[in-house]
Nanobody, 120 residues
Framework: QVQLVESGGGLVQPGGSLRLSCAAS????????MAWHRQAPGSQREAIAI???????NYLPSVRDRFTISRDNAKNTVYLQMNSLKAEDTAVYYC??????????????WGQGTQVTVSS
């Protein structure tokens, strides 16, 4: 019912910046919390940041001072602005969203992921 598509990943040098976008599409749904997760090679997937419909945010401590999550409810889109990127930030980044369908049921869905590589 709800599909998420990430974009904006790529190759950047250490210290550089990147802005990820995730757009939700479908019909008869209401997006609830939206979040970004990432998974590095050989590692578990970890939550990075989450934002409520009203704009309340929470961050993984290791990215709190460098990353900013935001959303545009009119466009059903969430963003992740990443600054001062480090090699340790290299991972596949995934968008996650909670939603309510036309029957009032709450569920979650994932995007396909976008690769972020930080290397000189």
């Amino acid at each position: 019912q709800v599909q998420l598509v990430e974009s904006g990943g790529g190759l950047v040098q250490p210290g550089g910046s990147l802005r990820l976008s995730c757009a939700a599409s479908g019909n008869r749904f209401t997006i609830l919390n939206m979040a970004w997760h990432r998974q590095a090679p050989g590692s578990q997937r970890e939550a990075i940041a989450i934002i409520s419909p009203g704009g309340v945010t929470n961050y993984l401590p290791s990215v709190r001072d460098r990353f900013t999550i935001s959303r545009d409810n009119a466009k059903n889109t969430v963003y992740l602005q990443m600054n001062s990127l480090k090699a340790e930030d290299t991972a596949v980044y995934y968008c996650n969203a909670g939603f309510r369908d036309d029957l009032g049921r709450v569920d979650t869905t994932w995007g396909q992921g976008t690769q972020v590589t930080v290397s000189s």
